[in-house]
T-cell receptor, first 110, second 115 residues
Framework: KQEVTQIPAALSVPEGENLVLNCSFTDSAIYNLQWFRQDPGKGLTSLLLIQSSQREQTSGRLNASLDKSSGRSTLYIAASQPGDSATYLCAYTGFQKLVFGTGTRLLVSP | IAGITQAPTSQILAAGRRMTLRCTQDMRHNAMYWYRQDLGLGLRLIHYSNTAGTTGKGEVPDGYSVSRANTDDFPLTLASAVPSQTSVYFC??????????????FGEGSRLTVL
């Protein structure tokens, strides 16, 4: 059973494009949802954390939204740069559990 | 720099050997976790600890054990390593588990190869 789905699995865009990464989850009773970035051979770096009572969070060129009723979160990246190339994972916290998606691999070309 | 330290960063191990992966955090977080990350399977929870002195089983606990003698340390032990335990292991921490607002922080990972 796939509790968290991330679409697309991979994405390649030219530098400067705005893009949206999607995260769908089946559990409606989540406490929070977190977006991470993972560079090859590295650990996960937290980007944004959205509490269940919030609709969105922003940090620089990143904006994450949360719609619990539809079980969706999106990560919007404005004016993408080659340095944004990485794998992006979402994860939610529910009762006694943390569930990760398998990620979207992003490549931003100069 | 505050955060999570994992050791070793990489290890090659013969099957049948015992191995302990170390994890230390200096953020005074209550909750700590061990995940393994495998291609195509994503991150899977092995064991977790809500607070010092308590541990719990995650999604894939077989072949692994943990202890939580104090707040800072959460070692993961493979009693008798098998090739299927070849993976990248991540330790993480947060200030709560399943109850609210804790942001999750990760170590840099330990790459383990079992031959």
């Amino acid at each position: 059973k796939q509790e968290v789905t991330q679409i697309p699995a991979a994405l390649s865009v030219p530098e400067g494009e705005n893009l949206v990464l999607n995260c769908s989850f089946t559990d409606s009773a989540i406490y929070n949802l977190q977006w991470f970035r993972q560079d090859p051979g590295k650990g996960l770096t937290s980007l944004l954390l959205i509490q269940s009572s919030q609709r969105e969070q922003t940090s620089g060129r990143l904006n994450a939204s949360l719609d619990k009723s539809s079980g969706r979160s999106t990560l919007y990246i404005a004016a993408s740069q080659p340095g944004d190339s990485a794998t992006y994972l979402c994860a939610y916290t529910g009762f006694q559990k943390l569930v990760f998606g398998t990620g979207t691999r992003l490549l931003v070309s100069p | 720099i505050a955060g999570i330290t994992q050791a070793p960063t990489s290890q090659i191990l013969a099957a049948g050997r015992r191995m302990t992966l170390r994890c230390t955090q200096d953020m005074r977080h209550n909750a700590m976790y061990w995940y393994r990350q495998d291609l195509g399977l994503g991150l899977r929870l092995i064991h977790y600890s809500n607070t010092a002195g308590t541990t719990g089983k995650g999604e894939v606990p077989d072949g692994y054990s943990v202890s939580r003698a104090n707040t800072d340390d959460f070692p993961l032990t493979l009693a008798s390593a098998v090739p299927s335990q070849t993976s990248v292991y991540f330790c993480a921490s947060s200030d709560s588990l399943g109850q609210g607002t804790g942001e999750l922080f990760f170590g840099e990972g330990s790459r383990l190869t079992v031959l």
